[in-house]
């Protein structure tokens, strides 16, 4: 499992399109999006920096 300190979620919208974004990367990835904590969980065999790159795509940061 790989965690990510993502800025600018802020509701249910953000959540879809972040999952949306690493999902399409790979489907069968489990995505857990903690919009109070700023993190996002990914259980998933792509790289960490596709992940990364998909993440900052859908227009957020990645610390």
């Known amino acids: 499992m790989q965690v ?5 979620m ?4 953000c959540e879809r399109a972040v999952t949306q ?4 990367l790979d489907p069968q990835a489990q995505v857990k999006v903690d919009l109070a904590g700023g993190t996002v969980e990914v259980q998933s065999s792509v790289s ?5 790159q998909a993440i900052s795509e859908a227009g957020y940061q990645v610390a």
């Not at 990510?4 to 600018?8: D, E, L, P, R, Y």
């Not at 974004?21 to 399409?24: C, N």
């Open 4 to 8: 990510f300190k993502v800025s600018g």
């Open 48 to 52: 960490e920096q596709a992940i990364r």
């Open 21 to 24: 974004a690493i999902q399409a």
């Open 10 to 13: 802020t509701c249910s919208h």
